[in-house]
């Protein structure tokens, strides 16, 4: 079983929508992930927070915000998405900000934007 | 030239096989590299790490990294069909750089 939890699994929206996807780690590390990953494509990085602030931020569209309310929780906030946002969004964790390549994901929430 | 290339398969081995699988970088200031396995629908897992050149072993799967030729491998041992995945080579560079995935390669394993 995975240690990053995701919620929700399934989540369908309409582009006027908005709606949150949550991400939760016990395993005490300090550094959080954002990623999407598209059919038969790896995972692109979105967000990266490190000690609950935000590091790296891959020119993400403002229609997605992420949000880190505490070490353990991640958040990534929906508004106004396109139907070709549609994707896997995975949330990852990693021991510190260092970004060794360590990094444990959740099973993702998959998403689709009508 | 990608950073980091990966042939996406698939790659279809009978059970009992002996798996390999392959990735190339073009980036020398690589020093981490990772295997992580995706079944269908759910998240990647972590299943090899590798700091540097060298091989690793646990269990069935061996990862080997040669530095000098940029390139590295995952063997798989014995094969089963719950081995059937898409395995993702991953590679960073020290302090606090972003994880370089490659397109993954997706393995079938017939009983």
């Known amino acids: 079983d995975t240690e990053v939890t995701q919620t929700p699994k399934h989540l369908v929206m309409g582009m006027t929508n908005k709606k949150s996807l949550k991400c939760e780690q016990h395993m005490g590390h300090r550094a959080m992930y954002w990623y999407k990953q598209k059919a038969k494509k790896p995972p692109e990085l979105m967000f990266v927070?490190?000690?609950?602030?935000?590091?790296i931020n891959e020119s993400v569209p403002s229609r997605f915000s992420p949000e880190c309310p505490n070490s353990s929780l991640l958040n990534l906030h929906l508004h106004a998405l396109q139907p070709e946002d549609s994707a896997l969004y995975l949330c990852a964790s990693s021991q510190s900000g260092r970004n060794t390549g360590e990094l444990f994901f959740g099973e993702g929430s998959r998403l689709t934007v009508l | 030239q990608k950073e980091v290339e990966q042939d996406p398969g698939p790659l279809s081995v009978p059970e009992g096989a002996i798996v390999s699988l392959n990735c190339t970088y073009s980036n020398s200031a690589f020093q981490y590299f990772m295997w992580y396995r995706q079944y269908s629908r759910k998240g990647p897992e972590l299943l090899m790490y590798t700091y540097s050149s060298g091989n690793k072993e646990d269990g069935r799967f061996t990862a080997q990294v040669d530095k000098s030729s940029k390139y590295i491998s995952l063997f798989i041992r014995d094969s089963q069909p719950s081995d059937s995945a898409t395995y993702l080579c991953?590679?960073?560079?020290?302090?606090?750089?972003?994880?370089?995935f490659g397109k993954g390669t997706m393995l079938l394993v017939s009983p």
């Open positions: 927070y490190s000690y609950e602030k935000l590091s």
């Open positions: 991953a590679m960073s560079r020290p302090q606090g750089s972003t994880l370089t």
